[in-house]
């Protein structure tokens, strides 16, 4: 069975510093792994996805994961945080239910920015 | 693209009433969508996947009879809480997906708030 690990409910950074997210994920078979942002009180954005294509992952708004087979991790990064990527953040897995596709969602990591 | 409407953002309910939730794809076919709950600082808990045209499938713990799932089109589907009560206050996030493949993207609606007195 597939399960997501997010290390840390929260994250804080100052403005302009690195942004590090970290997600483990446990899977009997190839992953494929997906990192969602959610601003308050909005729904889901996909920030960017691996489908096994590239290992390095860019996504939207200067995000960028890299998909690490020996650790298991889908770990987001950004060089520097900007005030507005103050969010909650989720690392989601797919899981084959039923002939149904499902994501198994970590606990969410919220980012807070510091000024 | 691939934008997910959700109607309404927000509803204000006496406790007894039914209400429904529209989620609708707007520029592309969902051969599949999905129904999230969110408490309050806590990740998405999946409800139910629908299917276009076959009835939806719920998760574990979810009651069937109180949250009708109806997917009629490849672009609609609708979640009705019924006899809602105060504990079913909550945010409903529905998702859509156009493919059945396991790297395809769910796009998500903006979420419904439900506050129920």
């Known amino acids: 069975a597939q399960s997501v690990t997010q290390l840390g409910s929260h994250v804080s950074v100052s403005e302009g510093a690195l942004v590090l997210l970290r997600c483990n994920y446990s899977?009997?078979?190839?992953?494929?792994l997906f990192w969602y942002v959610q601003y308050p009180n909005q729904g889901l954005q996909l920030l960017l996805k691996?489908?096994?294509?590239a290992t390095l992952v860019k996504g939207i708004n200067g995000f960028e994961a890299e998909f690490k087979k020996s650790e298991t991790s889908f770990h987001l990064t950004k060089p520097s945080a900007h005030m507005s990527d103050a969010a909650e953040y989720f690392c989601a897995v797919t899981s084959l239910t039923d002939s149904n596709y499902q994501l198994i969602w970590g606990a969410g990591t919220k980012l807070i920015i510091k000024p | 693209g691939a934008v997910v409407s959700q109607h309404p953002s927000r509803v204000i309910c006496k406790s007894g009433t039914s209400v429904k939730i529209e989620c609708r794809s707007l520029d592309f076919q969902a051969t599949t969508m999905f129904w999230y709950r969110q408490f309050p600082k806590q990740s998405l808990m999946l409800m139910a996947t629908?299917?276009?045209?076959?009835?939806?499938?719920?998760e574990q713990g979810v009651e069937k009879d109180k949250f009708l799932i109806n997917h009629a089109s490849l672009t609609l589907s609708t979640l009705t809480v019924t006899s809602a009560h105060p504990e079913d206050s909550s945010f409903y996030i529905c998702?859509?997906?156009?493919?059945?493949?396991?790297?395809?993207?769910?796009?998500f609606g903006p979420g419904t708030r439900l506050t129920v007195l």
């Open positions: 998702s859509a997906v156009s493919g059945t493949g396991s790297t395809d993207t769910q796009y």
């Open positions: 899977s009997s078979v190839p992953p494929y």
């Open positions: 691996y489908t096994s294509a």
């Open positions: 629908s299917n276009e045209g076959s009835k939806a499938t719920y």
